[in-house]
């Protein structure tokens, strides 16, 4: 008797799986899908404008890196090395200032904003350069969120700087 009882479950459950497969003709057509439109998420512009940061860390240290799609809340950087996910950085802006025109010899200031930031997302782009499969290249670029504006200090040395 419990053999026929184990029997007919293993029937039933073989029966409940062989269910007909829909359709799916459809995927193969070649038939254009209309466009859905893509909702924008962010909530601050976005400005597309390359330009050189440092990036400090208490665990790499400071590094040059080329910032990238700036805005209010959060910035990409394209760096030689990616933080892990959650790491606090500071992303030091840098900008020289005009030098006195009274006084020519003397060299201009330079004005620094310090933000701590969060790493929270990684690129890792690969792509070609020419026509060639020699001309391959690649990119690393983190995503960052900025946490806090703080007081600018005396700028980094150069000799700091990876």
């Not at 701590?116 to 670029?141: P, S, W």
Request: aromatic share 8%.
């Amino acid at each position: 008797m419990r053999f026929l009882t184990s029997c007919r479950t293993w029937l039933d459950h073989y029966l409940v799986k062989r269910r007909a497969l829909p359709d799916l003709s459809h995927v193969l057509d070649a038939r254009p899908t209309p466009a859905v439109p893509v909702l924008e998420k962010r909530i601050h512009t976005r400005f597309d404008k390359a330009f050189v940061v440092v990036i400090g860390s208490e665990l790499y240290g400071d590094s040059l890196a080329i910032a990238r799609n700036v805005s209010a809340g959060g910035i990409l950087v394209e760096m030689p090395y990616a933080p892990p996910l959650g790491t606090i950085v500071t992303v030091h802006f840098q900008c020289a200032r005009d030098p006195d025109p009274d006084a020519p010899d003397a060299p201009g200031d330079i004005d620094e904003l310090v933000v701590r930031a969060e790493v929270k997302h990684h690129h890792y782009l690969n792509f070609r350069t020419g026509q060639g499969d020699e001309d391959c290249a690649a990119a690393r670029a983190i995503g960052l969120r900025f946490v806090e504006f703080l007081e600018s200090a005396a700028p980094i040395a150069t000799d700091r700087i990876q």
